[in-house]
Nanobody, 127 residues
Framework: QVQLVESGGGLVQAGGSLRLSCVASGRTFTFNNYNMAWFRRAPGKEREFVAG????????LSAHSVKGRFTISRDNAKNTVYLQMTTLKPEDTAVYHC??????????????????WGQGTQVTVSL
């Protein structure tokens, strides 16, 4: 059984920073075989792709809304993916989920291709 566990969320003022972490575990789960991504869902809104990273860590992709402010990275030795968030805005308020996909990089934005999801961590940005 594969588990993804997020941490690092919280309440922060606009302009502040947070770093989210997601640790993957599972007896037969080979972390670097999976593309990883962060998605978010704000109240009353659809789930939104935030950023993705290929299994090797050599390629990343970010949503236009977070480009230049959020950075995704991974440490395959620690089975962990990170999301460094800076210059946070109130519109970044959401539950952030990490997800793992064995599917192709070309579909990194497509939530339906992800095999495993974490429970999420709340990020709240106040004015």
């Amino acid at each position: 059984q594969v588990q993804l566990v997020e941490s690092g969320g919280g309440l922060v003022q606009a302009g502040g920073s947070l770093r989210l972490s997601c640790v993957a575990s599972g007896r037969t789960f080979t972390f670097n075989n999976y593309n990883m991504a962060w998605f978010r869902r704000a109240p009353g809104k659809e789930r939104e792709f935030v950023a993705g990273i290929v299994g090797s860590g050599t390629s990343t992709l970010s949503a236009h809304s977070v480009k230049g402010r959020f950075t995704i990275s991974r440490d395959n030795a620690k089975n962990t993916v990170y999301l460094q968030m800076t210059t946070l805005k109130p519109e970044d308020t959401a539950v952030y989920h990490c997800a793992a996909a064995a599917g192709p990089w070309t579909r990194i934005r497509d939530a339906s291709t992800y095999d495993y999801w974490g429970q999420g961590t709340q990020v709240t940005v106040s004015l």
